[in-house]
Nanobody, 124 residues
């Protein structure tokens, strides 16, 4: 499994932006899909966005389409989630994950390496 460390979370007002980063410990990161999930208090961990190994295709939950952008820099073993026009309902712990294969998926079971999470809080 790949070790992942997220950063970039924090407190922001509604309408603001944050950029999350996910640093991977190994070069094997570049061979696999990557995704972001989030979990609000008392709720299940939900899919946010995914990207294929090459970055050629991306996938988003309907709730974030047009506001969030997932990307990756395989030369740096790092993935990103740019979050714009943030809403209070985006408040959650955000987790990055690396998949078991090269293609993106919105299924929790398609990922076997997880970071520790970073808190994002959006105030109204």
């Amino acid at each position: 499994q790949v070790q992942l460390v997220e950063s970039g979370g924090g407190l922001v007002q509604a309408g603001g932006s944050l950029r999350l980063s996910c640093a991977a410990s190994e070069r094997t990161f570049r061979r696999f899909a990557m995704a972001w999930f989030r979990q609000a208090p008392g709720k299940e961990r939900d899919f946010v966005a995914a990207i294929t190994w090459s970055g050629g295709s991306t996938y988003y939950a309907d709730s974030v389409k047009g506001r969030f952008t997932i990307s990756r820099d395989n030369a740096k073993n790092t993935g990103y989630l740019q979050m714009n026009s943030l809403k209070p309902e985006d408040t959650a712990v955000y987790y990055c994950a690396v998949g078991v294969g090269p293609n993106g998926s919105n299924r929790y079971g398609s990922y076997d390496s997880w970071g520790q999470g970073t808190q994002v809080t959006v105030s109204s």
